[in-house]
């Protein structure tokens, strides 16, 4: 239960909060969301994308038939998985318990939060709130007749020490 979303909140200007009260999803690749981050702090993230790290001493790393010694690789090796870099994202932020616990129920929101916009929209009901997604994805791609559609899935972005 310690990964569990408590409550969703999405920040953005008003108008497009209220699209989203009436069902209306606004996405963009996850290659959007790279290019912005040196535009906008409050939005970039310089490991967007970032699938995982892979410590030097657990690299396996053969191009053609070379082996590259784990001696010879100064830092973490970072992967991304092409295929997720077209995929349309859809953020918010989310309070799940175990943040809740360790805030001691208290929310401190990061101060460039307001560069998202000027109004907020709290989910208290995450599950019905995913079920509506998934119900309307399903039933859109019912039209998409023999179009590939692979679910990238939904949770919690973790983030990492990569020196660990």
Known sequence: MNN???TLIKFGKE??????QDGILYMNPLSYFKGIEEQDRSRGDKNEGLDRYIQPEFANIKIDDHVVDNND???PVETRRN???????FCMYAIDFKRLQKNEFKLKLKKEMHEFGDTGLI??????????????IFLENKKLYNEAIEPLGDGLVEYVDKNT
Request: hydrophobic share 40%; glycine share 0%; charged share 25%.
């Open 73 to 75: 690789i100064t830092k």
């Open 4 to 6: 569990y979303i408590h």
């Open 123 to 136: 989910v208290l009901d995450c599950l019905e709130f995913f079920n509506r997604i998934n119900t309307a």
């Open 83 to 89: 295929k997720e870099q077209v995929a349309n994202l």
């Open 15 to 20: 108008k497009h909060i209220r699209s989203l």
